[in-house]
């Protein structure tokens, strides 16, 4: 079956340690996204990229990097200077991003203490 | 900028009963607008979209949608709500499929 997959589904880091999520899709699409879900808050777009080698920042991009050097990946890394990093993590893909809806990874729940 | 309010963070409908959840959008042109519902603990769901056309819209599991534009609004209803359906709703706006906005969420309680 063809879908989104982030892992792990949970992630603990201690505080000053820089970490990066996984985001694989086998859906050939070529946009793919990463949002970040805060209780109450909804959710907030990080980076974005719709095609391989190249990517946008979104409305929190400050203290995430990401890099797109395959279609099918789209890794997400939280480094030291993200203020608040605890929160929940959504992967998601479009065939075409002008035409396309998302579709949505189960997500990584990230925790630093 | 765009911009999404759902006005309700928590609303309780009886099993059986209908649903309206309210969703009120801020957009500079004519929007693309969508549904979307997560699971506890999982990603999100499309479960309708309008960009043009009839501003009555279907989606999956017997919801539906209506676009009013003089009100800035797409409230997602359902006639008859089941215990299946409890999860949180999100509504969206955005200039096409990316780059949506995400209102806060409303979280859908169904009683017995």
């Known amino acids: 079956d063809g879908g989104i997959t982030q892992s792990p589904k949970y992630l603990f880091r201690k505080e000053g340690q820089n970490v990066t999520l996984s985001c694989e899709q086998n859906l050939n699409h070529d946009a793919m996204y990463w949002y970040r879900q805060d209780p109450g808050q909804g959710l907030r777009l990080i980076y974005y990229?719709?095609?391989?080698?190249?990517?946008q920042k979104g409305d929190i991009a400050e203290g995430y990097s990401v890099s797109r050097e395959k279609k099918e990946s789209f890794p997400l890394t939280v480094t030291s200077a993200q203020k608040n990093p605890t929160a929940f993590y959504l992967c998601?893909?479009?065939?075409?991003?002008?035409?396309?809806?998302?579709?949505f990874g189960n997500g990584t729940r990230l925790t630093v203490t | 900028a765009q911009s999404v309010t759902q006005p309700d963070i928590h609303i309780t409908v009886s099993e059986g009963a209908s649903l309206e959840l309210r969703c009120n959008y801020s957009?500079?042109?004519?929007?693309?607008l969508f549904w979307y519902v997560q699971s506890p603990g999982q990603g999100l769901q499309l479960l309708l979209k309008y960009f043009s056309g009839d501003t009555l819209v279907q989606g999956i599991k017997g919801f539906e949608a209506e676009f009013k534009r003089s009100q800035s609004s797409f409230n997602l209803r359902k006639p008859s709500v089941h215990w299946s359906d409890a999860a949180e709703y999100f509504c969206?706006?955005?200039?096409?499929?990316?780059?949506?906005?995400f209102g806060k969420g409303t979280m859908l309680l169904v009683s017995p």
């Open positions: 957009y500079g042109a004519t929007p693309y």
């Open positions: 990229s719709q095609i391989v080698n190249d990517f």
């Open positions: 969206a706006v955005g200039p096409g499929y990316s780059t949506l906005t």
């Open positions: 998601a893909s479009a065939f075409d991003p002008r035409n396309s809806p998302l579709h």
